[in-house]
């Protein structure tokens, strides 16, 4: 069991939203993105892309602030997506994938600062 509880958004690509809450947000997403249960809204509207999620230490603050988001006006849960994401990128399209080993030459060079002479 997980110790954080989580408040998420799934949206289509036509931009109908979902909001959920779960302790297993990894599990929660690939429920929705395989249609496990498939007369579900999120199955029936093929919203299943990740586009905002909120972390709580406790399952009682992620279900009051999923009620809290649910009462709002659309316009508003679309700003709130928008200001963390603004191109409705799936957050969770890159879980499971191998992560790239580090090469010497992807470092950067070192920053320099120019000081003005007097």
Same mark, same amino acid.
């Given at each position: 069991?997980?110790?954080?509880?989580?408040?998420?958004?799934?949206?289509?690509?036509?931009?109908?939203?979902?909001?959920?809450?779960?302790?297993?947000?990894?599990?929660?997403?690939?429920?929705?993105?395989?249609?496990?249960?498939?007369?579900?809204?999120? *199955?029936?509207?093929?919203? /299943?892309? $990740?586009?905002?999620?909120?972390? =709580? &230490?406790?399952?009682?603050?992620?279900?009051?602030?999923?009620?809290?988001?649910?009462?709002?006006?659309?316009?508003?849960?679309?700003?709130?997506?928008?200001?963390?994401?603004?191109?409705?990128?799936?957050?969770?399209?890159?879980?499971?994938?191998?992560?790239? *080993?580090?090469?010497?030459? /992807?470092? $950067?060079?070192?920053?320099?600062? =120019? &000081?003005?002479?007097?």
């Amino acid at each position: 069991m997980s110790e954080y509880a989580y408040v998420y958004i799934l949206a289509s690509s036509f931009r109908k939203l979902y909001i959920g809450v779960t302790t297993d947000l990894m599990r929660r997403v690939s429920d929705h993105k395989t249609h496990r249960d498939t007369q579900s809204h999120t *199955a029936r509207y093929k919203i /299943d892309k $990740l586009v905002y999620f909120e972390r =709580f &230490t406790t399952t009682t603050a992620a279900i009051q602030r999923e009620k809290q988001l649910k009462g709002w006006l659309r316009i508003r849960k679309l700003e709130l997506i928008i200001s963390t994401n603004p191109i409705w990128q799936d957050l969770s399209a890159d879980w499971g994938k191998p992560i790239p *080993a580090f090469e010497e030459s /992807d470092r $950067l060079p070192p920053v320099t600062f =120019f &000081t003005p002479s007097s």
